[in-house]
């Protein structure tokens, strides 16, 4: 019989000493890490609250900290004619301390934006922007704020993602950075609109770590899926702390036709008319804190809805031009069969109104389904998972289940949005039907290429529509990615809008679409637009091209099928209804062009050279090339330290922190999450080691 009495084994009883010992400097070394594990988490959480509202969250070089100085304001100036707006943003610097600063801020243009001028204001100087090779500006930049110049940087690091630095700010000073940019407005459905993004909303950052830049100003570290994760993820202010970053906005509105309608969906505004086709617009209240995205709408008069308009202007003897035109509404015909994919996004993200914005776009949705259609729900936060297991037929019983099922859902965790994707797109052709995902998501993620990428890689015969939530969704991402997904985005920013926004789209989904569209430039003209390729189009959408042309004779020609039917028109390149910046929108439109090729197998070092030639000429900010500019005197004494400062940003509008910031896992970006989870799973480990091994002692 075996011997069970400890005592009367000697190796057993060494053996637990031994354990005994080495669990116990495992457990106080586990804890310990736990502990600064905790207080690092907490101290992570009550960073972004330290400082009077609105601050610069100053930080030594050496990690020490520094007092803090405000961001003032941003001021915005829109002047609108026809289908193209000129913007004009003021970022105003104020150090309040008696120390000389660096002040860094990440912060939101629209998607469309060619930022093609930037000047730093110093007192009454003004020292203009050059645009130069990323790097190139980068050690401009950095050789001037070791010399104590004043100089600032700006960098593109999505296209609606910029960084602006500037460097030695003294001590009570104000210094301004002045940037503008052209782009072309949104029209759709009847109604023309303009958006400016007024925060950078915090981003979900999927991969493992990698070694933290030895300048880390973000809340996440670099990772292996998005090694420039610090870049786009600025401090975020708890709520309690009070808004930060005023902006003021004007727009000086020239529609060129009679106006019916002037509104703003998101926030109060005062409207000047000051004739049938002018207005002037202001904020109502002075100044609103950067936590939503601001839109203006308007809309002509039913008499004068556009069909064509071409804008030209000659630039070093080259004439750029910007066409639209409105294909005529398709005559409602036989209704094809569906089969449509349903995805909502349920992550931390979307707490609050979000999540209640999406859940009622969805119910609408699913009860709109016609018999005959057959539909799925996908849900996803750090993982995905599917409602039915394939596609079902559309019946009260599955619609009643679907819409339960959806009520039931809470926000919370991660935004993993591959999984999702390939769960939605999973290269099946609808066996017949008409197949299209609805992606319902405030697209908070750092991974975009990948996404791209992978939509590309399995939409199949596919469309996907992208439905942005929120106050401040990832434009970038939610546009792209239908663009690839040969769909539409619509945006929903409040709950008041989701019926008529969802009966839009549905009016899309269900209508015929303008497909093989293609554009003929008259015999002996030498052009290039973009796109190169015109997406398809749905009803209410007009074709939108951007030209570059040597001269301006004959007439451009288009031409594309809708229900099996041929459709054309023409348009006289003489008539020419003045415009300006025209050329940098063109440049704008072959740049994306040209970074979209990367993803079709375009080698990038052959890619960044065209581009950095391209936005050089055109004075461009682009993925490759940053606009630097240096005031030539010295500001800074060579003895004076200099401070660098992170601008935190607020939290958008109707997000919950806790549900962001707050809740485990967060994805695998924060080192702090990591140390705790690692040193319970090595404590765990320990612990069953040393049991398995004391079995085969005894």
Not at 317 to 327: I, N
Not at 354 to 379: T, W, Y
Request: with cysteine.
């Amino acid at each position: 019989m075996k011997n069970t009495n400890p005592a009367a084994n000697p190796r057993l009883v060494a053996f637990d000493l031994i354990a005994c010992v080495a669990l116990a400097a495992s457990v106080a070394l586990a804890t310990a890490i736990i502990l600064i594990a905790t207080v690092l988490l907490l101290a992570g959480r009550a960073e972004a609250a330290e400082g009077p509202a609105g601050t610069l969250l100053l930080k030594r070089l050496d990690g020490g900290h520094a007092p803090s100085a405000p961001l003032l304001s941003t001021d915005v100036t829109f002047r609108v004619s026809g289908m193209v707006a000129r913007a004009r943003v003021v970022q105003t610097f104020h150090n309040a301390s008696a120390d000389w600063v660096e002040g860094v801020y990440v912060f939101p243009l629209p998607e469309n934006a060619a930022v093609d001028r930037l000047q730093l204001r110093v007192g009454e100087r003004l020292i203009e922007g050059e645009v130069r090779e990323r790097s190139a500006a980068r050690r401009t930049y950095e050789q001037a704020r070791a010399n104590g110049q004043r100089a600032t940087l700006m960098d593109q690091e999505r296209p609606n993602i910029f960084t602006t630095r500037v460097a030695n700010i003294g001590p009570r000073e104000l210094v301004a950075v002045e940037l503008e940019y052209q782009q072309t407005l949104r029209y759709d459905n009847g109604r023309y609109s303009i958006r400016f993004p007024m925060v950078v909303a915090p981003r979900y950052i999927p991969g493992s770590l990698k070694v933290s830049a030895p300048e880390q100003l973000g809340w996440s570290p670099n990772t292996d899926q998005v090694p420039d994760a610090a870049r786009i993820t600025p401090p975020v202010l708890r709520p309690e702390a009070g808004p930060a970053n005023p902006v003021t906005i004007r727009v000086e509105l020239d529609a060129g036709v009679p106006i019916y309608q002037v509104a703003s969906p998101y926030h109060r505004v005062d409207v000047r008319h000051v004739s049938e086709s002018k207005r002037q617009v202001e904020l109502a209240d002075g100044s609103v804190p950067a936590n939503r995205d601001f839109e203006l709408t308007w809309v002509p008069q039913s008499t004068h809805a556009p069909q064509v308009a071409w804008f030209t202007e000659q630039k070093e003897g080259r004439h750029y031009g910007l066409l639209m035109v409105l294909p005529p509404a398709a005559a409602p015909g036989a209704r094809l069969a569906r089969e449509v994919v349903f995805v909502l996004d349920t992550s931390g993200s979307m707490a609050g109104a979000s999540i209640r914005q999406a859940k009622g776009a969805l119910e609408m949705a699913l009860a709109r389904l016609a018999p005959g259609d057959r539909f799925n729900v996908i849900e996803f936060n750090s993982s995905a998972q599917m409602l039915f297991a394939d596609a079902q037929p559309v019946n009260p019983r599955n619609v009643r289940r679907a819409i339960d099922w959806v009520q039931s859902l809470q926000a919370r965790g991660g935004t993993e949005m591959a999984a999702a994707l390939r769960l939605a797109l999973d290269g099946s052709d609808g066996a017949g039907r008409v197949r299209q995902v609805v992606f319902l998501t405030d697209g908070a993620v750092g991974n975009e290429e990948a996404l791209f990428r992978l939509i590309r890689e399995r939409l199949g015969d596919t469309r996907l529509f992208t439905v942005g939530i929120g106050s401040a969704p990832n434009s970038h991402f939610m546009t792209k990615a239908a663009e690839i997904g040969r769909g539409t985005f619509t945006y929903i920013g409040r709950i008041e809008e989701v019926q008529a926004k969802m009966a839009a789209l549905f009016a899309k989904l269900e209508s015929p679409v303008m497909k093989s569209l293609e554009v003929h430039w008259p015999a002996g003209v030498r052009a290039e637009s973009w796109p190169a390729r015109i997406p398809d189009l749905y009803a209410g959408e007009p074709v939108v091209i951007a030209a570059a042309l040597d001269r301006l004779e004959g007439e451009v020609r288009l031409s594309g099928t809708r229900d099996q039917r041929t459709w054309e028109a023409s348009v006289p390149l003489a008539l020419n209804s003045g415009g300006a910046g025209m050329g940098s929108l063109w440049a704008r439109g072959k740049v994306e062009s040209l970074i979209d090729s990367i993803r079709e197998g375009s080698p990038e070092d052959e890619v960044r050279t065209q581009v950095i030639e391209l936005a050089t000429a055109h004075r461009l900010v682009t993925k490759y090339t940053s606009f630097v500019a240096v005031d030539k005197t010295p500001a800074r004494p060579s003895h004076a330290h200099l401070k660098l400062a992170a601008v935190p940003t607020n939290l958008p509008d109707g997000w919950e922190y806790d549900k962001v910031f707050g809740e485990l896992p967060q994805g695998s970006t924060d080192s702090r999450h990591a140390m705790l989870t690692g040193a319970f799973m090595l404590l765990l480990a320990l612990v069953m080691l040393l049991a398995s091994r004391r079995r085969r002692f005894a």
